[in-house]
């Protein structure tokens, strides 16, 4: 491609300067070497011309070929002796064919767009012809930005603050974010036998199954019947977080839609959909559903959400195993930050309790066998734990640029401070055994939140109820908080089990709710804590009353993902 070939940006001054030149004939070249003009005499005119090109580029260049003229400190010199000439300015693109590229600095990289080295032949012949005429305007190929966008500076973006001021899910416990955290406080258990298809092949036969859902009023008919249950949750959940937040019809129509995004990914996607089509294939190809492939991806719920809203601003899913959720959450919020976006849809949706879902997990030998007693199943740092619960669901926060919350009048639960993300780099499955990736994150998200850690006095962890998760993270935990006595930690995931990519958006709701309530959910099914876990530091099988200075969530996920989000009551500075 020519762009590869005049990649630098000086390429651009070089060519400016030989082409401004006015008055002069083509064919008089005071540089040329007189042997290179007489056997070009001999050649092909196409060949004639590329050693014209070639000829040319070398009088540039010192006749030592473009690429060592760019080389030391010749850049330097080069780049102050060639200045641009009044007409330079005035020229117009020598043709529509030609993509400038853009950038902040002073200097332009120029190539032909999607053209064949003969198209810069072409276009060679004509800038040759138009200096035979003797005319004497000036064609410039390279422009330089005007004074003004060179000069115009990035809007001051610091000091705009997160708030959360909707909640939007759907959890074996509850679809409206008040019934879902009443249940929570009062230990009522979302975990029971599989419905949904026969588990009896299966070593594992319980889960966080949501018995009865209808998307009904949320979406319509036509896309509920043929959409995966991923994309009903997410949809649903994501306009039960506006209504909460009061953005009502009205309210839309105010709204700049350029600055509104959504960003709600899953861990797994439609498995169902994808399952089904698997199916439908060793039949043939002709059964399959047209949908398969867009209904089964991570982003089309945050992309259909989008549609059905009008929302223009960011807009896309992320997908990192459990720890999907506040990897969605923490972009969102950076958005706002950044002055990108003023409202956020953001959190995160799976439903993977299928039989290909169940069975990859007990492959992993991840999942608890404890089908005689579903409700005590899942018991984050008990001595007794087996493995986690499968759940399901979905969990979406309304994040706000707090100006613009006050603007429309909207209730504030929370103010969102930050968070961090590291990698374990250490197994596919296991977190690190000395919790050093888990406590890196919790203190970049200190560090990045300006939250001093003796103001942390909660955390939402991320306890699945595995034999080793679960003390790498108390662990984790401990080295960065042990000489808190305030301290109280608990898991959600001990009530309605773990809903894997969704389960960071649900959990933070659960803070979110805890901030605002005044009221920590108990840790159900914490009878006996294992060696090392200080039970006083764990709430206990009642809810606790608690003013929460400031919350920390934890997701972690496969592939050694970690995360941390921190929130805080809302004070108005």
């Given amino acids: ?42 050649l092909s005119r196409s060949a004639r011309r590329k050693l014209t090109a070639v000829t ?38 020598l043709s529509s064919s030609f993509s400038i590229l853009g950038s902040e600095n002073s200097f332009f990289i120029f190539g032909l767009k999607n053209s064949p080295p003969s198209s810069m032949n072409r276009t060679q012949k004509r800038i040759d012809r138009t200096a035979q005429t003797g005319k004497s305007k000036t064609i410039a190929i390279a422009i330089q930005p005007s ?26 416990v509850g679809d409206v974010a008040d019934v879902f955290y009443q249940n929570l406080l009062e230990g009522v258990s979302g975990i029971s036998e599989i419905e949904a298809f026969n588990c009896d092949q299966f070593p594992t036969k319980i889960a966080g199954e949501i018995k009865s859902f209808s998307a009904d009023g949320w ?118 930050t950044r002055g990108e976006s003023d409202m956020m849809l953001c959190g995160g949706s799976d439903s993977a309790i299928i039989p290909i879902g169940l069975g990859g997990f007990v492959a992993c030998n991840s999942l608890s066998q404890r089908n005689s007693d579903p409700k005590r199943a899942s018991r984050p740092w008990d001595v007794s734990r087996d493995g986690f619960v499968m759940g399901e669901g979905a969990g979406v926060l309304l994040l706000e640029e707090l100006e613009h919350a006050k603007a429309r009048g909207a209730k504030i639960y929370a103010e969102f401070l930050g968070g961090s993300f590291t990698s374990d780099a250490y197994h596919m499955t296991e977190s ?81 709710k805890a901030i605002q309530t005044g009221w920590l959910h108990p840790n159900m099914n914490l009878e006996n804590p294992d060696v090392g876990v200080d039970k006083n530091v764990l709430v206990g099988a009642k809810k606790e009353q608690w003013n929460i200075k400031v919350a920390l969530s934890n997701s972690f996920g496969f592939g050694g993902h970690n995360s941390s989000i921190v929130f805080a009551p809302y004070k108005d500075q």
């Fill in 1 to 42: 491609m020519v762009a590869s070939a005049v990649a630098s940006p000086l390429c651009t001054w070089l060519v400016a300067a030989y082409i401004s030149v006015s008055g002069e004939k083509t064919n008089h070249r005071p540089n040329s070497s007189p042997a290179l003009l007489s056997s070009s005499k001999r």
């Fill in 56 to 93: 040319d580029v070398k009088n540039f260049s010192g006749g030592c070929g473009l690429m060592s003229s760019l080389c030391g400190s010749s850049i330097t010199n080069l780049m102050t002796s060639l200045e641009p000439c009044e007409e330079y300015y005035k020229s117009k693109p």
């Fill in 147 to 172: 004074k003004e966008s060179a000069t115009k500076k990035k809007p001051i973006t610091k000091n705009r603050r997160v708030v959360v001021t909707g909640l939007g899910v759907v959890s074996p």
């Fill in 219 to 336: 979406v319509a008919p036509k896309l509920s019947k043929r959409a995966d249950k991923f994309m009903l949750y997410l949809l649903t959940a994501g306009k039960k977080a506006l209504e909460d937040g009061g953005v009502t019809k009205d309210v839309m129509k105010d709204l700049d839609v350029t600055k509104c995004g959504v960003i709600i990914g899953s861990a797994l996607g439609g498995m169902k959909i994808f399952q089904d089509g698997i199916e439908a294939l060793m039949v043939s190809y002709k059964k399959m559903n047209p949908f398969c492939v867009p209904f089964a991806t991570t982003n089309m719920g945050s992309a259909i959400l989008a549609m059905d809203l009008g929302w223009m601003g960011p807009n896309y899913s992320i997908s990192t195993a459990c720890a999907t959720s506040n990897f969605c959450i923490l972009n969102a919020a950076n958005h706002i």
């Fill in 432 to 512: 690190r055994p000395d919790g050093t990736g888990i406590a890196l994150c919790i203190e970049k998200a200190l560090t990045q939140s300006g939250v001093a850690r003796e103001d942390v006095n909660y955390i939402n962890a991320h306890a699945t109820s595995t034999p080793s998760g679960d003390l790498h993270e108390y662990e984790a935990i401990m080295r960065s908080f042990g000489d808190n006595s305030e301290l109280k930690i608990n898991s959600t995931k001990s009530i309605i089990g773990h809903l894997l990519g969704a389960a960071g958006a649900v959990e933070a709701i659960a803070t979110v």
